[in-house]
């Protein structure tokens, strides 16, 4: 599943164009990694900020969790990569194969779009639901996508083999959004905190590591992906960011670092 991932070149290759670019303004500030930032990706940061040439003991600048967040290029990679993660987390967990699933994406955001392009290129047959009018209508127009608006339930058709909840853009899941339907229905919960409510399902029990919910349907939580996964797969692009941030300055960190990726 690494082809959803953006192509773009090694993490190595990465980190050798910014140490090019950070390289003649690193002597003259000394970089501060704030503890709002994860233990992986603050020492993805400092491993590389120690190969950027001479850093100095200048102006010191702390560089925290919010400040790469306001990165749109490291939002994108990372929107991407989560989509990467929940999909082979999908195909480990169910041994399904994408071209012959039928998909309900609810919800809106980056992560949903990133799942939204990761399926169709896989040949999967997606339809879109939200509460969020406008950015539903954005992400089905860009993937020519079918699309229903959130208005009330049951909003989750009995054709839907797989529900996949992004968190963004969308009420709980609960057995009344269900349609009834004989098939079985496999939610997948693809955002980074709890957005599938399995207690609000009597649980009945568990069946090959999927948990088994009664409801209009038999319905089946696939795990969720574990943010630490996402540390681990953004870690060195975060750096990149962080390494420009307090090189090149807020302004040009995004345009180097979309610079670097390319392949």
Do not use: C
């Amino acid at each position: 599943m690494s082809d959803l991932l953006l192509r773009a070149p090694s993490a190595s290759n990465v980190a050798a164009r910014v140490r090019v670019r950070a390289a003649t303004t690193a002597h003259r500030v000394s970089l501060d990694v704030d503890s709002s930032i994860d233990a992986v990706t603050a020492a993805a940061i400092q491993s590389l900020w120690r190969t950027v040439g001479q850093p100095g003991t200048g102006a010191r600048v702390s560089v925290g969790r919010s400040d790469i967040a306001n990165s749109s290029v490291v939002a994108a990679f990372e929107a991407r990569a989560w989509a990467d993660l929940v999909l082979s987390s999908f195909a480990r967990e169910t041994n399904l194969l994408i071209p012959s699933t039928r998909f309900l994406i609810v919800g809106t955001g980056d992560v949903a779009d990133a799942l939204a392009a990761a399926i169709i290129r896989f040949g999967g047959r997606i339809q879109l639901t939200a509460d969020e009018p406008v950015g539903l209508w954005d992400i089905a127009v860009r993937h020519a996508a079918p699309s229903h608006r959130i208005i009330e339930s049951p909003f989750i058709p009995a054709d839907v083999d797989v529900v996949i909840a992004t968190g963004v853009g969308h009420r709980k899941l609960t057995p009344d959004a269900v349609a009834a339907g004989d098939r079985p229905l496999l939610v997948v919960n693809a955002g980074t905190h709890a957005t599938v409510h399995p207690d609000t399902f009597t649980a009945a029990r568990t069946l090959r590591g999927l948990g088994h919910f009664e409801g209009p349907r038999p319905i089946f939580v696939v795990p969720p992906v574990e943010t630490d996964a996402l540390h681990h797969t953004a870690a060195e692009i975060r750096a990149a960011y962080a390494v420009l941030l307090v090189t090149v300055g807020a302004q040009r960190a995004d345009i180097a670092l979309a610079e670097a990726l390319q392949p």
